[in-house]
């Protein structure tokens, strides 16, 4: 199924706006319980959070540059108007990432619980930004692409490809580690796939 061909419920400005602040400052402040806990999830915020912890770098910094690639297949596949509220998205989590941060000090966050929220935080956020046609790039947009056009679930496929970055991160995290991401990976996807399925809720503006 193709993005033209599902229902169109037309969304207002103000509410797109809304969901992109909402969805954005969500998945920050899921990102803020990761590098406390020293975490990591998929897709490409996953590989910003590695390199923040292998390098000098900040994960916003990280997020923002390993996106680049990625706009030239929005633009082709899922046109313009995707590909900028995508570019905004992105730079809106790298900022409120690198702010949140700054806001929020955790004195002591248990693993499990900082591996639940945030990434219930994070797909909550993504669920967000996908009812209103926005990704946060990467492997969002061929998770995106690949439902639009086979009817294959976002969940499902982000799933997958997290699943391969969580075992490169064997070589880098502890096994404890990386055992309490993947429960926060399974809790970001679930919620992805269990409520944003082919056909049954994507808002156009």
Do not use: C
């Not at 169109?8 to 969901?19: F, P």
């Not at 897709?43 to 540059?65: I, P, R």
């Amino acid at each position: 199924m193709r993005v033209e061909d599902l229902p169109k419920d037309q969304h207002r400005l103000y509410e797109d706006i809304m969901a992109m602040l909402l969805g954005t400052f969500f998945v920050a402040l899921g990102v803020t319980f990761y590098t406390q806990a020293v975490l990591l999830t998929g897709s490409t915020a996953g590989l910003a959070l590695l390199l923040n912890y292998v390098t000098q770098w900040g994960f916003g910094l990280w997020f923002f540059a390993i996106n680049l690639p990625f706009y030239y297949l929005a633009i082709k596949r899922m046109g313009w108007s995707f590909t900028l509220r995508t570019f905004i998205a992105i730079g809106l989590v790298s900022l409120f990432s690198e702010l949140t941060q700054g806001w929020v000090q955790f004195e002591s966050v248990p693993s499990l619980y900082a591996a639940l929220m945030g990434g219930a935080l994070m797909g909550i956020g993504m669920l967000m930004l996908f009812r209103h046609r926005t990704s946060l790039g990467g492997i969002n947009i061929l998770a995106l692409y690949l439902q639009d056009r086979h009817g294959l679930r976002a969940g499902y496929v982000q799933l997958g490809i997290d699943g391969v970055i969580l075992l490169v991160a064997l070589t880098q995290l502890p096994l404890d580690r990386v055992g309490y991401s993947v429960l926060g990976a399974l809790t970001l996807n679930l919620i992805i796939a269990l409520n944003h399925k082919p056909g049954r809720y994507i808002g156009v503006s």
